[in-house]
């Protein structure tokens, strides 16, 4: 695929990077990566380091969400700090945007990863139950049910797929630097990110074909 030649936008009220204090280089990172593709403001939210980065993440998002519902914003995009682009094209974007204009959604994974997924009857978009937190949009009801969600030692991933609606794209738009590049101060053991992202790529193709049923139903839109 070509990349894009023309900067996007997303059809959000604002735009965030959760990032920790601490980690000046990877806003630096941040900002040569992702300021040529998109023309969003996008605010850095400086998160204070916690004593169990778990929690302190699941805060992190808690608070965005917190003040989103504070300021009437409809439509939230937000980033991890080790957010990576795939190369996409503006085309793709627009129907990113149609859809969160036109539809109920709480949250909508323009990256997503490995998880449970079914197509729904709207181009390039499936349902799911998915994990990882590197780049989504999140709506004001999706940003109400984490706000009101008092972490409980699970991950925030883990409540979104527990607690919150997810729709996804077909194809990723955003994955993550390696931790060789940006690190990570939630894992605790090493994987090998090619073969796992590899695997991310065609594990949910699988799924989609085996929840097919979903989709020619409607069951669970």
């Given amino acids: 695929m070509e990349p894009t030649t023309d900067r996007v936008t997303f059809n959000v009220d604002h735009a965030f990077c959760i990032s920790l204090k601490e980690r000046e280089y990877k806003r630096v990172l941040f900002q040569q990566?992702?300021?040529p593709l998109i023309s969003n403001p996008i605010e850095f939210f400086i998160a204070e380091r916690c004593s169990d980065p778990v929690q302190g993440c699941y805060e992190s998002?808690?608070?965005l969400a917190a003040r989103a519902l504070a300021e009437d914003w409809e439509r939230v995009l937000i980033f991890v700090d080790d957010a990576?682009?795939?190369?996409?094209?503006?085309?793709q974007i627009r129907r990113v945007n149609r859809f969160i204009r036109a539809n109920q959604f709480q949250a909508l994974h323009p990256g997503r990863a490995m998880?449970?997924?079914?197509?729904?009857?709207?181009p390039f978009l499936a349902r799911g139950r998915v994990v990882v937190l590197h780049a989504f949009i999140i709506s004001r009801e999706g940003c109400r049910v984490l706000a009101e969600t008092p972490y409980?030692?699970?991950p925030v991933e883990v409540m979104f797929k527990?607690?919150?609606k997810q729709h996804c794209m077909h194809l990723m738009f955003f994955h993550q630097h390696g931790a060789a590049v940006a690190g990570c101060n939630v894992l605790s053991v090493a994987i090998?990110?090619?073969?796992?992202?590899?695997?991310n790529f065609i594990i949910p193709q699988r799924s989609m074909l085996k929840n097919i049923v979903r989709a020619v139903l409607r069951l669970r839109f």
Avoid: C, M, N, V
């Fill in 162 to 164: 527990q607690q919150i």
């Fill in 192 to 199: 090998d990110e090619e073969e796992w992202w590899q695997r």
């Fill in 115 to 122: 998880g449970r997924t079914w197509l729904t009857w709207f």
């Fill in 84 to 91: 990576k682009p795939y190369r996409f094209r503006s085309s």
């Fill in 33 to 35: 990566t992702f300021a």
């Fill in 152 to 154: 409980s030692g699970a």
């Fill in 61 to 63: 998002h808690q608070s």
